[in-house]
C-alpha cells in the first residue's frame, strides 16, 4: 500500500455516505471546537479532557484512508504548529497513549512525515513519566510539563486493561527510533502482570501501582480489563510472530473465558460472555463485542478455527444487541436471560440505554468481512450506519451520542461527540465497504484498540 499523501481510491456509494458522515462530523468539529479536545454537538461548544486536541488527532489516519487532502493538511499544520505537548496538564495514560501517541504514530506510517514521529517521541518521553514506580506499573496519570505521575483521583488502583493496552504503542516507538526504554517499560508490565497470572489467564479489574498486585475484582471482557486479551494477541502479531509467549497467554485466555465467562441465553440461544465476581452475572457491556474481530483475527494467523467459528457466533449476539432496540442501536449494557421460562432474550436495564457512538461491532464486522466475505457483516453494517444517521446525526452539523436506544420518539440527545466516533467508529464502517483487501492488510497491519494502524514487524 502507498504511504505519502492521502490514499486515493475509488469509492462505493456505500463509502461516499460513509466519507459525507465523516465530513459532517468534521465540519461541526471545525466550526466549533477546533483544535479542542471533542465538540459539544448540540450547544456547538467544545469540551476539554487533555488538552492535546484529541478528535483532530485521532481523525488523522481515518482522513488519509477516506483520501481527504485538504482537511488532512489542515489537520497535520495544526499539529505541526499549534500543537502543544509540554502544558501543565494531567492526561491519563492510556487514553492519552491509545487515542494521541496512536493517532500520531499511524499518521507517520501512513505519510513518513518526520513531524509526526518528533511529535509523538515528544509525548512518549512524557508519557513514560507515567512509569516511575517500584512496581514496574504505572500510575494512570501524569502531567505532561511537570512530568509527575500519580493514581486517580478515585483510589490507588490503576485499571488492568489500562496498564496493559499501551504496549503496541510504545513498542513501536522503539522499533522506528532505536531508543529501547519505551518496550522496556511496557515490556516489564506484561511480565509483571503475567507472573501473577491466575488459572484460566483471567484478569481482575484492577492493579495497585505501588505494589504491583493485581487486586480482586470483576472477572470481564468488558470496561477496564477488555483491551487486555486483544494486546496479547496483537503483540504477537505485531512481534511477526515471534514473541510467542504472547500467544500462549493469549490461547490460555481464550480457554478461560470459554471455561468461566461464556454462555447462551434463552429462549434463542445467544452466545454471550458474562461477568464473574464469585457468581455469574450475565451482564455484558458494548465493549465486549470487539472479541468477536479478535477470535477471527487469531485463526487467520493460524490459530484454533474454533476461534473464528466462536467469533462469529459472539458476533451475531452483539448484532442482536442492536437489531433488537426501536432505534436500531445498540445500548451501553445488556443482560442476558439464562432461566427458561422468559421469553426475550435481551433485558435492558433504565441505567444502560445510552449509546456512546462507540466502534466494537462494527469493528467485529471489519475483521469478520475481511476473512469470510459473508455479505451479511455488509447488510447489518449499513442498517446501523443508517440508525446512526437517523438518530444521532444533528442537521446543523456533527453526531452526538443518545440517551435511550428503545426510544425512538425522544432519544435525548447528550451534547457529546466522542473522538473515537471519527477515530474507530466511521473507519471501521469505511473499511468494512473497502473492496481492496490490500488497504490496511490485515497481513500487514495490526490496529491499535482506538483502529489507529502500526505496521506488523518485519524484520
Ligand atoms: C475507545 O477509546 C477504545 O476502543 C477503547 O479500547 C475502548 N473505548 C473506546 C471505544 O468504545
Known amino acids: 500500500m502507498p504511504t505519502g ?177 519505551y518496550q522496556e517499560a511496557v515490556d516489564k508490565v506484561m511480565e509483571t502482570v503475567q507472573a501473577q497470572a491466575r488459572s484460566h489467564n483471567l484478569v481482575p479489574q484492577f492493579i495497585n501501582a505501588q505494589t504491583g498486585r493485581l487486586s480482586s475484582g470483576t472477572l470481564t471482557l468488558g470496561s477496564r480489563a477488555d483491551s487486555y486479551y486483544e494486546y496479547l494477541l496483537k503483540q504477537w502479531l505485531q512481534s511477526g510472530k515471534t514473541e510467542d509467549k504472547f500467544r500462549n497467554w493469549y490461547l490460555d485466555s481464550v480457554q478461560g473465558i470459554q471455561e468461566v465467562l461464556l454462555s447462551h441465553s434463552e429462549p434463542n440461544k445467544l452466545t454471550f460472555i458474562g461477568e464473574k465476581r464469585g457468581r455469574f452475572s450475565p451482564k455484558m457491556d458494548h465493549l465486549v463485542c470487539f472479541i468477536g474481530g479478535v477470535l477471527a483475527l487469531g485463526a487467520h494467523h493460524g490459530l484454533p478455527s474454533s476461534h473464528l467459528e466462536l467469533g462469529k457466533e459472539l458476533t451475531y449476539t452483539c448484532w442482536q444487541m442492536y437489531e433488537r432496540m426501536a432505534t436500531g442501536l445498540s445500548p451501553e449494557i445488556v443482560y442476558f436471560n439464562t432461566s427458561p421460562d422468559k421469553t426475550d432474550d435481551i433485558t435492558v436495564k433504565a441505567n444502560d440505554r445510552h449509546n456512546l457512538l462507540r466502534p466494537e461491532t462494527v469493528e467485529s464486522f471489519f475483521v469478520l468481512y475481511r476473512l469470510t466475505k459473508d455479505q451479511r457483516y455488509r447488510e447489518w453494517g449499513w442498517k446501523i450506519f443508517q440508525a446512526f444517521e437517523k438518530y444521532t446525526k444533528l442537521p446543523n452539523g456533527g453526531y452526538t451520542s443518545i440517551n435511550n436506544v428503545q426510544d425512538t420518539q425522544n432519544p435525548g440527545y447528550r451534547d457529546k461527540m466522542e473522538s473515537f466516533f471519527l477515530g474507530e467508529t466511521l473507519k471501521y464502517f469505511f473499511l468494512l465497504f473497502c473492496d481492496d483487501d490490500t488497504v490496511l492488510s490485515l497481513d500487514e497491519w495490526v490496529f491499535n484498540t482506538e483502529a489507529h494502524p502500526l505496521p506488523i514487524w518485519t524484520k
Not at 127 to 133: C, D, Q, S, V
Not at 170 to 180: A, N, P, S, V
Open 5 to 181: 499523501p492521502p490514499l486515493k481510491m475509488t469509492h462505493n456509494e456505500q463509502q461516499k455516505a460513509i466519507i459525507a458522515a465523516f465530513k459532517h462530523a468534521w465540519q461541526a468539529y471545525k466550526e466549533y471546537a477546533w483544535g479542542k479536545d471533542e465538540l459539544k454537538s448540540v450547544s456547538h461548544r467544545s469540551s476539554t479532557w487533555f488538552n492535546l486536541g484529541l478528535t483532530l488527532v485521532d481523525s488523522l489516519d481515518t482522513m488519509w484512508l477516506m483520501g481527504l487532502t485538504e482537511e488532512f493538511n489542515e489537520a497535520r499544520n495544526w499539529v505541526a504548529h499549534s500543537m502543544v505537548i509540554a502544558q501543565t496538564k494531567d492526561v491519563n495514560l492510556f487514553e492519552t497513549t491509545i487515542r494521541v501517541l496512536g493517532g500520531l504514530l499511524s499518521a507517520y506510517h501512513l505519510t513518513k512525515d518526520n513531524m509526526f514521529l518528533e511529535k509523538a517521541s515528544d509525548l512518549g518521553d512524557r508519557l513514560l513519566h507515567a512509569f516511575g514506580t517500584s512496581s514496574n506499573i504505572p500510575f494512570s496519570d501524569v502531567n505532561l510539563y511537570t512530568l509527575k505521575p500519580h493514581a486517580p483521583k478515585w483510589g490507588p488502583d490503576s485499571s488492568v486493561s489500562e496498564v496493559t493496552s499501551i504496549q503496541l504503542e510504545f513498542r513501536d516507538l522503539t522499533q522506528l527510533t532505536g531508543t529501547k526504554k
